[in-house]
Nanobody, 120 residues
Protein backbone atom coordinates (compact mmCIF):
# COMPACT_ATOMS: atom_id res chain seq x y z
CA UNK A 1 0.00 0.00 0.00
CA UNK A 2 0.86 3.66 -0.29
CA UNK A 3 0.07 6.59 1.90
CA UNK A 4 -0.61 9.95 0.29
CA UNK A 5 -0.81 13.57 1.29
CA UNK A 6 -2.25 15.92 -1.32
CA UNK A 7 -1.75 19.66 -1.35
CA UNK A 8 -1.94 22.67 -3.61
CA UNK A 9 -5.65 23.09 -4.17
CA UNK A 10 -7.45 26.36 -3.90
CA UNK A 11 -9.78 28.83 -5.54
CA UNK A 12 -8.91 30.09 -9.00
CA UNK A 13 -10.70 31.89 -11.79
CA UNK A 14 -11.48 30.17 -15.05
CA UNK A 15 -8.43 30.18 -17.27
CA UNK A 16 -6.08 30.18 -14.34
CA UNK A 17 -3.62 27.58 -13.14
CA UNK A 18 -2.91 25.49 -10.10
CA UNK A 19 -0.23 22.98 -9.26
CA UNK A 20 -1.00 20.02 -7.04
CA UNK A 21 1.49 17.88 -5.17
CA UNK A 22 1.18 14.39 -3.78
CA UNK A 23 3.72 13.18 -1.26
CA UNK A 24 3.74 9.41 -1.27
CA UNK A 25 5.18 6.88 1.10
CA UNK A 26 4.99 3.17 1.71
CA UNK A 27 5.58 0.42 -0.80
CA UNK A 28 7.88 1.83 -3.45
CA UNK A 29 6.97 -0.94 -5.85
CA UNK A 30 3.37 0.20 -5.67
CA UNK A 31 4.48 3.67 -6.70
CA UNK A 32 5.35 2.36 -10.14
CA UNK A 33 1.98 3.61 -11.33
CA UNK A 34 0.41 6.63 -9.68
CA UNK A 35 -2.61 8.62 -10.62
CA UNK A 36 -4.55 11.75 -9.89
CA UNK A 37 -8.28 11.35 -9.43
CA UNK A 38 -11.09 13.77 -8.82
CA UNK A 39 -14.61 13.64 -7.54
CA UNK A 40 -17.18 16.37 -7.96
CA UNK A 41 -20.35 16.49 -5.87
CA UNK A 42 -22.85 13.93 -7.08
CA UNK A 43 -20.39 12.33 -9.46
CA UNK A 44 -18.19 9.27 -9.36
CA UNK A 45 -14.49 9.50 -8.74
CA UNK A 46 -12.63 9.53 -12.04
CA UNK A 47 -9.05 9.15 -13.15
CA UNK A 48 -7.66 12.46 -14.33
CA UNK A 49 -4.11 11.48 -15.17
CA UNK A 50 -1.64 8.75 -14.45
CA UNK A 51 2.07 8.22 -14.70
CA UNK A 52 4.38 5.23 -14.45
CA UNK A 53 7.82 5.24 -12.93
CA UNK A 54 9.50 5.67 -16.30
CA UNK A 55 7.60 8.88 -16.88
CA UNK A 56 5.03 7.82 -19.45
CA UNK A 57 1.83 9.69 -18.77
CA UNK A 58 -1.79 9.26 -19.72
CA UNK A 59 -4.77 11.59 -19.36
CA UNK A 60 -8.49 11.65 -19.28
CA UNK A 61 -10.05 13.13 -22.38
CA UNK A 62 -11.44 16.14 -20.56
CA UNK A 63 -8.01 17.36 -19.44
CA UNK A 64 -5.78 16.50 -22.37
CA UNK A 65 -3.77 19.48 -23.47
CA UNK A 66 -4.47 21.35 -20.25
CA UNK A 67 -3.05 19.21 -17.44
CA UNK A 68 0.42 17.76 -17.07
CA UNK A 69 1.33 15.01 -14.65
CA UNK A 70 4.91 14.51 -13.57
CA UNK A 71 6.85 12.79 -10.84
CA UNK A 72 10.06 13.01 -8.92
CA UNK A 73 10.94 9.48 -7.97
CA UNK A 74 13.73 10.56 -5.65
CA UNK A 75 11.25 12.61 -3.64
CA UNK A 76 8.37 10.15 -3.98
CA UNK A 77 6.23 13.02 -5.16
CA UNK A 78 3.71 13.25 -7.97
CA UNK A 79 2.60 16.56 -9.41
CA UNK A 80 -0.32 17.77 -11.43
CA UNK A 81 0.06 21.06 -13.26
CA UNK A 82 -3.37 22.33 -14.22
CA UNK A 83 -3.66 25.09 -16.80
CA UNK A 84 -6.63 26.68 -18.53
CA UNK A 85 -8.88 25.62 -15.71
CA UNK A 86 -12.60 25.41 -16.30
CA UNK A 87 -15.49 25.46 -13.84
CA UNK A 88 -16.14 21.80 -14.60
CA UNK A 89 -12.71 21.02 -13.17
CA UNK A 90 -14.08 21.87 -9.74
CA UNK A 91 -13.69 18.79 -7.56
CA UNK A 92 -11.75 17.24 -4.75
CA UNK A 93 -8.52 15.90 -6.19
CA UNK A 94 -6.89 12.76 -4.83
CA UNK A 95 -3.82 10.77 -5.64
CA UNK A 96 -3.30 7.06 -5.23
CA UNK A 97 -1.72 4.06 -6.84
CA UNK A 98 -3.27 3.37 -10.22
CA UNK A 99 -4.65 -0.10 -9.71
CA UNK A 100 -5.52 -0.49 -13.38
CA UNK A 101 -1.78 -1.01 -13.77
CA UNK A 102 -0.57 -1.89 -10.29
CA UNK A 103 -2.16 -4.61 -8.19
CA UNK A 104 -5.27 -3.91 -6.16
CA UNK A 105 -3.32 -4.34 -2.95
CA UNK A 106 -1.23 -1.28 -3.83
CA UNK A 107 -4.10 1.12 -3.29
CA UNK A 108 -3.99 3.11 -0.11
CA UNK A 109 -6.98 4.49 1.65
CA UNK A 110 -8.49 7.54 0.04
CA UNK A 111 -7.35 10.58 1.91
CA UNK A 112 -9.00 13.93 2.31
CA UNK A 113 -7.72 15.12 -1.03
CA UNK A 114 -7.32 18.75 -1.94
CA UNK A 115 -10.18 20.96 -3.06
CA UNK A 116 -9.97 22.72 -6.40
CA UNK A 117 -12.62 25.32 -7.10
CA UNK A 118 -12.75 27.14 -10.41
CA UNK A 119 -15.01 30.15 -10.65
CA UNK A 120 -16.63 31.38 -13.84
Amino acid sequence: QVQLVESGGGLVQAGGSLSLSCAASGDTICMSAMGWYRQAPGKERELVAGIISGGRAYYGDSVKGRFTISRDNAKNTVYLQMNSLKPEDTAVYYCNADTTIATLSCAGSWGQGTQVTVSS
